[in-house]
């Protein structure tokens, strides 16, 4: 049933009362005003029915920002003991039309804490990351929940696009936000991991972010990349990552008394050389 | 090295030049249409279309923006009366929420600005003091953007109800640090621990929040590229950056709350491809021109970034109806017409704005000369 099929002929309908020079007015929707006049009617007197849920996804289908209309809908729905697989189903008919709308995921949240099952998270974000494998809000809402086969999934989504930097940070998550620790050995393997997407995409900043962040973590040093930056600075084009992270290393060295400033001077000016007569 | 920063600026490209036909073979470049640009926000600021129904509980932020810009472009007192302007100031008054009268505990937790009178109270420009509506509350991006609006508009602040909008802050921190935007249970993220010290800041008084949680939260909302997430372990984000960085000046906490100065720095210039792209490998979008480049500002680093690139960003992003869209072929929208005002700005050799607040250096020397919270 739609909101506009129930009777409503007890309720006067509030106006919204802008006084004589409003900011930033809206030429709202006649049906949007007609609902909030219902709701804010509705409201004052906390009214907890079916009509008013329909009132609510009336507002919600106009105004999917509107956080207020959201918490009384979640009071509704858990007040009259409403069937929340079912309110799944309607968010997600929502998100695919506003899949980075903030209140959205906030209220999937609270319906799957009531619902203690979060059995069917891991395909709802996984078909919005299908769509936009970047979503921030889908991303986020992952990481409430360390799911099992995170890794693979992520990998899954390297492949698919090796500069996708959202599917790389959460490689690391999966990794260090895990709580078991991850072994010296493993880090290894994840270094060489990014090292193998460098070589295949060298000005890809992604992995050369990842790769020294994984070190950083572990017990090896930085200088286990000179190699390779040395290859891709030296490359055609050249890899602007490895350069940078070549400075890293110069430094490392100076802070570890490898080297003295004025040779990490010396290095320096070789490298921003090389780099300019290169872009020439 | 910058001299060509002058040519560039804003202010003396609002007429197009007719001379300039010796460059007919160069790319044509479009230049910054002030006039344009001011009928825009003046259009937003009166009136907006249908479209913008899904922001009607944010309004106070459209106001902001549509004011910021005037503002920044100079022109809000020669374009409106003062009567004008007063009343816009009761507008924002209007939507306060103050201590109720008898019983003040009754609504403590949801004192401060709302974003619009969407919650159906009747007009009343001293605020109102019998807000017990079950679904009224204040919104801390809402009571930033207010404050901010006032100090735009040259209000003196003294109708802002202090004490109360302080202690409702101390609800709406988490555990963990960060900040809600309402009490009404809302995500929670850096955006709004930008939103508790900005309201911090103007009113002087810090006591709303867990200073040493928040600077350990920004701490671990560091990601391994020294970029900024909204939370722990999320990745890195112009915006959330912005807000982690703004903060920390803000709580005077700028050396203790960053891993690594030089390092956030790098990240920062490293979002520039044309303008400035958000996060790594996605396209620059209009906004990032404020929230990079004023993070960078802050970070005295400014100077690092190529300035013609962002500018001629910017300039495919401008649109025929004088407003600013998020990517060049898209539609405009205030919220990036602003940005892109506020971007322009910051290559601007004569500073108007102020990177921490967001306001211009005019609306920042009246909340420290004029309004009552003014400094020692």
Redesign the interface.
Known sequence: MSFESYDWSDIVP?E??????????????PE?SKA?GYF??V??K?EHSERALTLTEKIIE???????IW??RQQILLSLGKDLYEELDFIQKQVEQNPKN??L??HR??IVENLKDCSLELSFTEEVLNDDS?N?HA??YR?FNLWDNELSFVEKLIEKDI????AW??R??AIF?NPTKPSEEFLKTEVEYGISKIKLAPN???PW??V???I??SSMEITVLEELCKTYSQSDPISPHAL?CLVDIYEDHVKRGLTDKKELGIKLQDISLNAFTDLL | MFSWIKEYSMFSWNKKDSSSSANTQAEELKTFDRDKTIGYFKRCLEFLPKQYEGNDTHRMTLAFYSLAGLDLLGVLETEYTQERINNWIDWIYAQQILPDENNPELNERICGFRGSPFSGLPYNPSGCRESRLPFDASNLAMTYTALASLLILGDDLSRVDKPSIVNAMRYLQKEDGSFTQTYQGMESDMRFVYCACAISYILDDFSGINVDKVVQYIKESQSYDYGIGQGPGEESHGGSTYCAIASLYLLNKLDEGLLSKDKTIFWLISRQESGFQGRANKPPDTCYSFWIGASLMILDSFEFIDYEKNYNFLMKTSTSLGGFSKCPGCYPDVMHTYMGVAGLSLMEESKKLDSTLNISLKAKENLLSKSVFKRG
């Open positions: 509030i919204q009362d802008d006084g004589p020079e409003p900011l930033a007015q809206i030429a709202y929707d949007y909030m804010r009617a409201a004052q906390n106009h105004n999917p920002a509107h956080y207020t918490h009384y903030y209140q995921w906030h949240q609270v970047k921030y991303w986020t990481t500069r996708n930097n959202s940070n959460q690391y998550f936000y890809n900043i992604s972010n990842y020294k962040g994984v950083a973590k940078g």
